[in-house]
């Protein structure tokens, strides 16, 4: 608080916080009307901290969803633009989907038969590693095979 405010508060007027001040009587007066602003600097944010959070967990919730799906189910009236920066502002980068669909345990079984059979492993002498989920963790065949070279397995 400025002194010339405390002054005026106490009751003194504009000559008197003059005289014990020695200033003029603009400075006391632009100092009654002076206030504390925020600092604003560049342009304002479209979007809130709420609508920003609803946004972040709809993108977590569904991590494969497009910034124009999120943009019209929260009905925001920003742009997709708009939607990917606040996405990247929580750490949220883009995501692309995989092309083809994942291996079902049937399909990893018939793969592990075909080694089986092409490489000429025994079944109880797989080259998968059976510490990892499901063994499908490879292991050195070279290993398996001790001292042999891979070129005089067919």
């Not at 994942?102 to 000429?120: N, T, W």
């Not at 079944?123 to 005089?152: I, M, V, Y």
Request: proline content about 6%; some cysteine.
């Amino acid at each position: 608080m400025h002194f010339s405010l405390k002054l005026i508060g106490e009751g003194k007027t504009y000559k008197e916080v003059q005289k014990i001040i020695g200033c003029s009587a603009k400075m006391i007066s632009n100092a009654l009307k002076w206030r504390a602003k925020p600092e604003t600097r560049g342009r304002k944010r479209k979007t809130t901290i709420k609508i920003d959070r609803r946004i972040t967990r709809m993108a977590k919730a569904q991590p494969m969803i497009s910034s124009r799906m999120i943009k019209d189910s929260l009905e925001l009236p920003v742009s997709t633009v708009t939607v990917r920066r606040r996405l990247c502002e929580a750490n949220l980068f883009t995501r692309i989907p995989r092309k083809v669909p994942l291996l079902k345990k049937r399909h990893v079984q018939k793969r592990l038969q075909f080694l089986v059979a092409s490489v000429g492993v025994g079944p109880g002498a797989s080259p998968f590693c059976p510490s990892f989920p499901e063994g499908l963790g490879w292991r050195g065949l070279e290993k398996q095979w001790s001292g042999t070279s891979t070129n005089d397995k067919p």
